[in-house]
């Protein structure tokens, strides 16, 4: 890979700025929250992505508003206000466990640590690590199809093992649109 295919993270952040904004809209519902979570991945971009330059900046981006709209979700369940929010906004359900509230990382991470190996290294290398199918075929030393097929029983597991803890794939997919 050349230097003139690498992109500057901050150049790229700055610019699709409204992306960042959807982003942050499909993950809270509430509008000055959102606004707030937006902020926040912006200025968690432009602190770490400092003098960076990456192949891929939408998926370098899109893990640091992971991690940051994780965190936001983590602060939000273990809150007092998550309980009632009043009467202009529908209460936020606790699905995630019975005894104590975890964040939607924490779910995340205990769902794929369940995986065997090979499913866990191609949702690591393709979601984590942005690669394409290729990369992540020749990391493996497998072809293509047989990724593709570890992907796709991956992500049947991992919809099991969410739904064992209540979460659908209508409360993820939500959750998770970029």
Not at 129 to 138: C, I
Not at 150 to 168: D, E, Q, W
Request: glycine letters at 8%; hydrophobic letters at 35%; a positive charge.
């Amino acid at each position: 890979m050349d230097g003139s295919q690498l992109i500057d993270v901050v150049e790229w952040a700055v610019e699709n700025q409204s992306r960042i904004d959807r982003w942050a809209r499909r993950w809270e519902r509430i509008p000055e929250e959102a606004r707030q979570l937006g902020q926040d991945i912006l200025t968690k971009t432009l602190h770490s992505g400092a003098g960076k330059k990456v192949q891929y900046p939408v998926t370098y981006v899109w893990r640091i508003a992971w991690g940051v709209a994780c965190d936001h979700y983590e602060r939000k369940v273990k809150s007092p206000q998550s309980v009632a929010l009043g009467a202009e906004h529908e209460e936020i359900p606790n699905r995630v466990s019975g005894e104590s509230a975890y964040g939607l990382r924490s779910v995340m991470r205990s769902a794929i640590s369940q995986l065997p190996r090979r499913q866990k290294q191609v949702i690591w290398h393709r979601y984590y690590e942005g690669r394409l199918w290729e990369d992540v075929a020749s990391e493996l030393g497998i072809s293509v199809g047989v990724a593709k097929k570890y992907h796709f029983k991956a992500l049947g597991n991992l919809r099991k093992g969410l739904s064992a803890v209540g979460i659908t794939k209508e409360d993820w997919r939500d959750q998770l649109a970029p």
